[in-house]
C-alpha cells in the first residue's frame, strides 16, 4: 500500500477517536455511494455531521480552499444529500473538516473546523 495512502488511514482513525472522546456518534466511516465517500458521517445532538479528513506529515500552512476545493465540497454535499435519502433522516447537517498534523515530536494534532462550508442554493 502506498505510504499516502497508510498515513491517511492512520489520520482517519486519530480522527474518529477524537470525535468519539467529543461524544460524537459516530454512524458510518467511509461511507460510499457511487464514486463520492464521505469519511465521516457522526451525529451529535440534533445535527448530522459530515466529515472530511485531511492528513498531513507536518504544520504547513493551506488555506480552506486548498483544503477542501469546491469541486469536493460539491461532492461532500452531493454524497450527503445521498445518505440522508437513503437513510431517511430530519436532522440538522453540518459540515466539518478535521485537519490531522502527524509530527515526529508531539504525535498527531487535530483541528477541527465545525461548520467548515455550507452548501449554496442553485438555480
Do not use: C
Not at 1 to 19: C, D, I, Q, S
Not at 33 to 44: P, Y
Not at 62 to 71: H, S
Amino acid at each position: 500500500m502506498a505510504e499516502h495512502n497508510e498515513l491517511g488511514r492512520r489520520g482517519e482513525a486519530v480522527a474518529l477517536r477524537y470525535l468519539k472522546d467529543k461524544a460524537y456518534t459516530i454512524l458510518e466511516s467511509n461511507w460510499r455511494s457511487g464514486h463520492m465517500e464521505i469519511d465521516i458521517i457522526a451525529r451529535k445532538h440534533d445535527e448530522l455531521i459530515i466529515a472530511e479528513v485531511k492528513t498531513r506529515r507536518k504544520n504547513s500552512l493551506a488555506t480552506l480552499d486548498e483544503v477542501v476545493n469546491k469541486r469536493k465540497q460539491n461532492l461532500l454535499i452531493k454524497a450527503a444529500n445521498s445518505y440522508i435519502g437513503k437513510s431517511n433522516l430530519n436532522l440538522d447537517v453540518r459540515f466539518d473538516i478535521l485537519i490531522v498534523i502527524f509530527s515526529n515530536m508531539s504525535g498527531a494534532r487535530v483541528y477541527h473546523i465545525e461548520n467548515a462550508f455550507y452548501p449554496t442554493l442553485r438555480s
